[in-house]
């Protein structure tokens, strides 16, 4: 059983950043599989980046190029760096970790993301 605990949302302004952090509650390797999935009312969890053996990463075209996963291993931390932020980009944002030739797959309870002026 592994435990997700995300952090990181808030409320910012178009245009502007936010980083969520998702920490593990065991170790974790570089080729566990990491993601961040997002998901408003009344709509599909909606896919958004994963991570795959520290360096290979992947990102839904509505967020490449402003969006960046990362994970620091030795703090058993993954991270969602967020840039130029858009209304659309509001959500629960919900991290995911599929441990390493296993199929399960572990959520975070989500965190919410909302981007207003």
């Known amino acids: 059983q592994v435990q997700l605990v995300e952090s990181g949302g808030g409320l910012v302004q178009p245009g502007g950043s936010l980083r969520l952090s998702c920490q593990a509650s065991r170790n974790m390797l570089v080729t566990d599989v990491l993601g961040w999935y997002r998901q408003v009312p009344e709509k599909e969890r909606e896919w958004v980046a994963t991570?795959?053996?520290?360096?290979?990463?992947t990102y839904a075209d509505s967020v490449k190029g402003r969006f960046t996963i990362s994970r620091d291993t030795a703090k058993n931390t993954f991270y969602l760096q967020m840039n130029s932020l858009k209304p659309e980009d509001t959500a629960v944002y919900y991290c995911?970790?599929?441990?390493?030739?296993?199929?399960?797959?572990?959520w975070g309870r989500g965190t919410l993301v909302t981007v207003s002026s």
């Open positions: 991570s795959r053996s520290g360096n290979e990463e």
């Open positions: 995911s970790f599929r441990p390493t030739f296993t199929t399960t797959i572990y």
